[in-house]
């Protein structure tokens, strides 16, 4: 919760300087960059009036509180109970773009999630109380009653702190994505023809093939590591640094949206893991969608053959990214079942002239320039072949981690699921709590291979990721271990694949056992 894919910009881009605080224990503490304390009581004296008021306990649905998701009017709601966090926006020590994402939606399990080593967000939160809720707009999870993610938080949090270590620290990725850039730019000079090159090897259209493919792979790995842990909060620990660092890999290198990720990765499918009609990475309708990855969805003819006909299709990820951005987030308003907050003309500025900015680096760069001896004949096939190589490598990492016969997909297996009570609002509800279904939607695999790691960007360690998506990635190997030893406390089934190869079989296995007409059966890889 990259996400996929922390919305709004907003004013203030570059509010935030790069610093970091002097106490690494007092950082792991407070997982968020310091305010002064004379701001936080300013903020905390503007809304008692607001709080004592609340004592009223007024009772608001979802849609009164989904009216109030801008920087003006903002509230959340959190276990039942409703905020009015307005004047808290410019104080927030993780930035205003995190909360102008939350407004207006129940942000329970975000909340959770991104303060995982302290309560002190919790006691702030308090003050700004203005009432409960009556209803909800997704389904919600079972209370967490056995203290099963406290349990996480507390064992991982004491990990940080004895081997003083900060959690968001960007530096494992920078040097990373440096070497990766290196490669990135002289695969870009031989696969468009650097007029340095002419005469060589290099110069043919076999070294030209191979080089796209590099740089498709390149294009790659910077969203896997910097711009999904930027996504996440967890490249660094100020806002600029979370902007800056996913709006480089994301926007003007990769030419897809920032804005757009948030909405679909960290607000949708980070909360509503493998949840039917929730996450948007699964289907949105029970028909007409041309995957069958849950037991609900109709069966169609087609379906027999997904498990041939969708592996293909994966290489287009990357340019329904860049569509996806236009038609859907900043078109209709939507992404999936997300619904996106009113998107502010800086936002839509900064999307268009991200885009003409990679356009013409990528595009017009190469064909025009004199620097480059590149025909369109040449030159076009070359781009989609890197465009599919981008395409194939990210679709692949992210559908072995959830689609896969390993994982669990809440309300979306009818034969088996489990309504629990209390699911406010006439929505059904799911039978685990929040952390648990996180371990159980998701797939590990290789663990201990560190190639596998940085070319899959550590979502090899897919359950950690979704249990601490505020934690670096470069953390995970150590942290594992310790998520498993209290998941075999607690009973929770932790799922780890001996490969790759294995985690591909499983997910392939699940699009063949969904595409079966009628009741799909029962497979398992491990």
Known sequence: MPPQNDAALGGGFFRNRFTRKNSTSSLII????????????????????????????????????????TEKSLWVTVRGKVYDISSWVNNHPGGKEI?????????????????PFTEKPTQVLGKFEIGTVSSHEFPQYKPDTRGFYKTLCTRVGDYFKQEKLNPKDPFPGIWRMLLVAMVA???FMVCNGWVGLEGGVLAGWGARFVAAVVFG???????????????????????????????????FFAGANMTSWHNQHVIGHHIYTNVFMADPDLPDKSAGDPRRLV??????????????????????LGIKFRVQDVMETYGSGSNGPVRVNPLSPWQWGEMIF???????????????????RTSMATFWPLF???????????AFNFQVSHVSSECDYPLGEAPREEAVEGSAGGKEGIKDEWAVSQVKSSVDYAHNNALTTFLCGALNYQVTHHLFPTVSQYHYPKIAPII??????????????????TAFHAHIAHLKALGERGEAAEVHMG
Request: proline share 4%; hydrophobic share 45%.
């Open 99 to 115: 909360l102008l994402l939350a407004a207006g939606r129940d942000i329970t399990y975000a909340f959770d999630s991104y303060h």
């Open 384 to 394: 989609f072949v890197s465009e599919f190589m981008t395409g194939y490598f990210l």
């Open 185 to 187: 730019v002289a695969s």
């Open 30 to 69: 407070d997982d968020t960059p310091a305010t002064s304390t004379e701001s936080v009581a300013a903020a905390e004296a503007t809304v008692a009036a607001t709080a004592a008021a609340a004592a009223g306990g007024k009772t608001y649905t979802w849609e009164e509180v989904a009216e109030h998701n």
């Open 484 to 501: 498993q030893e209290v998941c075999k406390e607690f009973n929770v089934d932790y799922k780890v694949l001996p490969d790759f190869v």
């Open 295 to 316: 037991k609900k969805q109709a069966w169609e003819g087609m379906y027999k053959w997904q498990h041939l006909y969708l592996p293909p299709l994966y290489g287009i």
């Open 217 to 251: 792979v390149c294009q790659a790995l910077p969203l896997l590591h910097v711009m999904h842990d930027s996504s996440h909060l967890a490249f660094g620990n100020t806002e600029r640094w979370w902007q800056m660092g996913g709006r480089l890999a994301m926007d």
């Open 354 to 372: 991200t885009k003409l900015f990679w356009f013409g680096w990528r595009v017009v760069f190469p064909l025009m320039s004199a620097s480059f």
